[in-house]
């Protein structure tokens, strides 16, 4: 009580000002204080659109402002990864979207910068703040599923087709701009890398590192006709598949991309010798969709199993610090989640999550796969650095 707020500014005029914005403004203690975008118009209409103070068009100005405390990225990682590193080496705490950066070499260099800074980094990968997958992650550490055996993982958003039009619905997502930089190679982007990382940072958050990797990448949509008419010939992949083997393990496949017909979205299942677990979500876990099921490995009536839809408990959805004092489901509480978490590291009573050292270890993984793609083989994520 009686502290200053921590001022937030926000790099992007499209999903992070649209979305973020008012998960940070749902904290106490938080001020969204600035937006910056690359021209001055769109600088200041966003600006006076979302009733932020100030608005910068040059990312140099705002990082030298000392009253400035979180820089909130979003923009393609080809553009973000070296404005990252200014803003840690002008001691700012740093939330960073994902992909978490264009290579892991890029990715090595953001860790090392924000340590050296003595800041605080955080990605943005909401899932493991999921209220069912805070829960799901409960009943793991608790034993339920035993040793932990095998895993399936699954995120996909969905092609659709409009008036004769086929495109991936993540390049023109209702409520953003156009993301024509998704087909772009140069970006750093992909179905795999986006999507991928993002599934990875629950796995390893849910049951540990992964050990070896083999995976195969493939561009099957050779053109993005959008509904305004433009036609794009995407450079990246839009789905991948991989097997994994956790240090722990346990083996799996991981399978991700943004090109599949009336997809169900995220789904992840975990099993072990006493018990398995299921978790779906129709959204990008930000939706209250998700659902949780789990049953034992008691002995059944053939025909018969033992599990059931998991209840989750009213608390999961009280976020610490949160203006809204709702406690039943409702849209973006994982990020609530996650923002709280956040600004309790900085306070110092808690640790980031998911954290940049978390974020190259999953870009290991996610290059590890780029690479079986190419040479056909297994590669053990040690082999990677």
């Not at 990225?73 to 080809?78: A, E």
């Not at 794009?232 to 994994?244: F, K, M, N, R, V």
């Amino acid at each position: 009580m009686g502290r200053s707020p921590l001022k937030i500014g926000i790099v992007g005029a499209n999903w992070s000002l649209n979305v973020h914005a008012p998960a940070w403004r749902r904290m106490e203690g938080v001020e969204v204080a600035a937006v910056c975008t690359a021209h001055r118009d769109t600088a200041e209409a966003a600006a006076a659109a979302h009733e932020i103070p100030l608005a910068y068009w040059n990312f140099d100005e705002l990082v030298a402002n000392p009253e400035i405390d979180i820089i909130d990225f979003g923009t393609r990682p080809s553009i973000r990864e070296p404005m990252v590193l200014r803003a840690l080496n002008r001691g700012k705490h740093v939330y960073n979207a994902l992909p978490f950066a264009t290579s892991l070499a890029g990715a090595q260099a953001l860790l090392a910068a924000q340590r050296n800074a003595g800041t605080l980094g955080v990605v943005d990968a909401q899932f493991r703040w999921v209220p069912e997958a805070q829960k799901m992650k409960a009943m793991v550490d608790e034993g339920f599923i035993g040793r932990p055996l095998g895993f399936s993982v699954q995120l996909m958003l969905p092609l659709v087709e409009q008036e004769g039009r086929t495109y991936p619905f993540s390049a023109w997502s209702s409520g953003a701009a156009p993301y024509y930089w998704l087909a772009e190679r140069e970006s750093g982007a992909s179905g795999w890398r986006n999507f991928a990382a993002h599934s990875l940072l629950f796995l390893t958050h849910l049951l540990g590192p992964v050990a070896e990797a083999s995976g195969m990448l493939v561009t099957g949509l050779e053109e993005w006709h959008l509904p305004n008419g433009d036609v794009l010939t995407p450079e990246t992949h839009d789905l991948g598949s991989a097997i994994l083997r956790l240090e722990n393990g346990a083996i799996g496949t991981l399978q991700t991309g943004w090109a599949t017909p009336d997809t169900e979205g995220w789904r992840v299942e975990v099993w072990g010798d006493k018990g398995r677990i299921l978790l779906t979500d129709g959204s990008f876990g930000n939706m209250p969709r998700a659902r949780l099921f789990a049953g034992d490995a008691r002995l059944r009536p053939p025909g018969t199993r033992s599990g059931a839809d998991v209840a989750v408990d009213p608390a999961y959805y009280a976020v610490p610090g949160c203006r809204l004092a709702d406690t039943a489901p409702r849209p973006f509480i994982a990020m609530d989640w996650m923002f709280s978490n956040m600004l309790d590291a900085i306070r110092g009573t808690s640790r980031p999550s998911p954290s940049f050292e978390e974020a190259v270890n999953v870009h290991r993984v996610v290059e590890a796969v780029e690479r079986s793609n190419i040479e056909r083989r297994w590669i053990r994520i040690g082999e990677m650095d």
